[in-house]
């Protein structure tokens, strides 16, 4: 148990609808982040909030849309998804943007585009 | 960022001490290198974090060479649940911004019996 918490663990969607991923974190931390990983690919970090303040990667399509509403919580929505988005999403927190702040990673949230 | 580089997996038996280890021949002055340990289906989970020389906890050790152009993962006497990928990250904080890893291949450990 690492006080990072993501709902639901097991997604399943067809393309037109539209979903979110929960990741709530215990821990007081200041930043939070998602990361995709698809099958055989390394970790792909989508996006950074520090202290609610995002910083994006351009490279994640509009069709993920994340909201950070506190420093304890943060979503990630989903909508039009295409079948290759099917993929294991992870939220993770840290306490600041510190060069030694570990990150402390969520179980995952297993998605599946049908 | 700087690129690491580490082998695709490696393969121990129980009892034995794996070292596993990853090159960063960019390594910035900033940086600090940090490992990762992801089980399949879980989110990754720190290990350990070191500058230079030499780091321990409960867990591992870290030896960094005193060009930090390499670092080596030291796993005592590891048992079947060390089963996992070990991720070497090397990282800084950008200037006014959250911490950003970035995750290569990994290490895909495997302990048999």
């Known amino acids: 148990e690492t006080g990072v918490t993501q709902t639901p663990r097991h997604l399943v969607m067809g393309m037109t609808n539209k979903k979110s991923l929960k990741c709530e974190q215990h821990?007081?931390?200041?930043?939070m982040y998602w990361y995709k990983q698809s099958a055989k690919k390394p970790l792909e970090l989508m996006f950074v909030?520090?202290?609610?303040?995002?910083?994006e990667n351009n490279s994640v399509p509009s069709r993920f849309s994340p909201e950070c509403p506190n420093s304890s919580h943060l979503f990630l929505h989903l909508h039009t998804l295409q079948p290759e988005d099917s993929a294991l999403y992870l939220c993770?927190?840290?306490?600041?943007?510190?060069?030694?702040?570990?990150?402390?990673f969520g179980p995952g949230t297993r998605l599946t585009v049908l | 960022l700087a690129k690491t580089t580490q082998p695709i997996s490696m393969d121990s038996y129980e009892g034995q001490e794996v070292n596993i280890t990853c090159s960063h021949n960019?390594?910035?002055?900033?940086?600090?290198i940090t490992w990762y340990q992801q089980f399949p289906s879980q989110g990754p989970r720190f290990i350990i974090q070191?500058?230079?020389t030499k780091v321990t906890n409960e867990v591992a050790s870290l030896f960094i060479p005193a060009d930090r152009k390499s670092s080596t993962l030291s796993l005592p006497r590891v048992s079947l649940s060390d089963t996992a990928v070990y991720y070497c990250l090397v990282g800084d904080l950008p200037s006014g911004s959250a911490r950003q890893l970035t995750f290569g291949s990994g290490t895909q450990l495997t302990v048999l019996p």
């Open positions: 070191g500058y230079k």
């Open positions: 960019n390594i910035a002055t900033n940086d600090y």
């Open positions: 821990l007081g931390h200041n930043a």
């Open positions: 909030y520090s202290l609610e303040e995002r910083v």
């Open positions: 993770a927190s840290s306490q600041g943007g510190a060069v030694t702040d570990t990150q402390y």
